[in-house]
Each structure stands twice: as structure tokens, then as C-alpha cells.
């Protein structure tokens, strides 16, 4: 059994909808946010977005900025009052779905719960991943779960070529 499978990933449907749109809105440069939800368990809910307004956007990277986390932490608190940051996510316009040096540190440093999740989009190609924290490692999982408006839940099985990482984003 992949250690990963170990971690349940379950996302609303509309907010990878919204993630998908911001990520559209700039095919030239990243773009950030956070995902907001629950952790229990062995579980990440992830039911709400903020766009990482402020970041400092690159053809190749993005930063969360001290505005960006300005931003966040305003949007969270007035409208996300009872609700954790579960992860982040951002795009990769046009060269897959992967974790970078950046991405890793990005991940480590400002996301370092053992249940806070990275999710990559890639507008070009509409491929998507999402990685976790197993075994002090950073991995992506095989499969996340969809939860659509009407609380049906359905898997997203990634391919056998989308669970592969780029030897540069392991540790």
C-alpha cells in the first residue's frame, strides 16, 4: 500500500472550480492561495478558497508576500471564522504538475501540519495534483475525493504518469 493512501483528501467540488478559474486568469505566471476546511484524523476537508492577493508572481514561482498573508488572514477571519487553513495551492502555466525546490519550501516552512495538503493546477494541460505529508516526506496521492452540491462524494484517481514526481521536488 502507498503510504499516501493512508491520507483522505476530500474537496469541494466548486472550490476546485474556483481554483481552476483564478488559475486560468493568469497563463503566464503562478498564482496562490489557501485551502480552508477541517483536519481530523487521517483527513483533510477542504470547503473554502482565499486567492493569494499580493503574492509575488513569476513566469516560474510565486510568493506568499507579508500583503498576501495580510489578505488571507482578513478574508478568514471575516468570512472563514470557524474554519483551519488545510493546505495551499498554485499553478504551474504550462510545465505539469510537480513540487519545486520553492514549491518544498513554500510547503515546510508555512504549511508543516502533517495533514496540510499542496495542490498544483496546470491551465495549459487541465492536469492537477495534490501532495501530502507521509512519513516526514512530502508525496502525492493516488487519489483525492470530490464532493459535488449535492454531498455526493466521488474519487479522482490519478494516472500512473501523474503520481510520478520530478526527481528534483524529493527531498
Known amino acids: 500500500m502507498n503510504p499516501a493512501q493512508k491520507m483522505a483528501v476530500e474537496v469541494k467540488a466548486e472550490v476546485l472550480q474556483a481554483v481552476r478559474q483564478h488559475a486560468r486568469s493568469s497563463m503566464n505566471a503562478e498564482v496562490c492561495g489557501i ?25 516560474a ?16 477571519d471575516q468570512k472563514f471564522p470557524g474554519l483551519a487553513i488545510v493546505g495551499w495551492y498554485h499553478s504551474h502555466p504550462g510545465f505539469g504538475v510537480f513540487l519545486s525546490e520553492h514549491d518544498l519550501f513554500i510547503h515546510k516552512n508555512f504549511f508543516a501540519n502533517p ?6 493546477y496546470d491551465p495549459h494541460s487541465d492536469e492537477e495534483g495534490c501532495f501530502v505529508w507521509t512519513e516526514g516526506e512530502i508525496v502525492r496521492v493516488p487519489s483525492i475525493l470530490v464532493n459535488d452540491a449535492r454531498g455526493v462524494l466521488s474519487g479522482k484517481k490519478e494516472t500512473e504518469r501523474d503520481q510520478k514526481l520530478d526527481p528534483k521536488s524529493v527531498f
Request: glycine letters at 12%; zero cysteines; hydrophobic letters at 40%.
Open 35 to 59: 485551502w480552508l476546511g477541517t483536519m481530523e484524523g487521517d483527513s483533510t476537508r477542504v470547503v473554502a478558497r482565499i486567492a493569494g492577493d499580493g503574492a509575488a508572481q513569476g513566469g
Open 61 to 76: 514561482h510565486v510568493t506568499f508576500t507579508h500583503a498576501t498573508w495580510e489578505h488571507i488572514y482578513r478574508e478568514k
Open 115 to 120: 495533514r496540510q495538503v499542496a495542490w498544483v
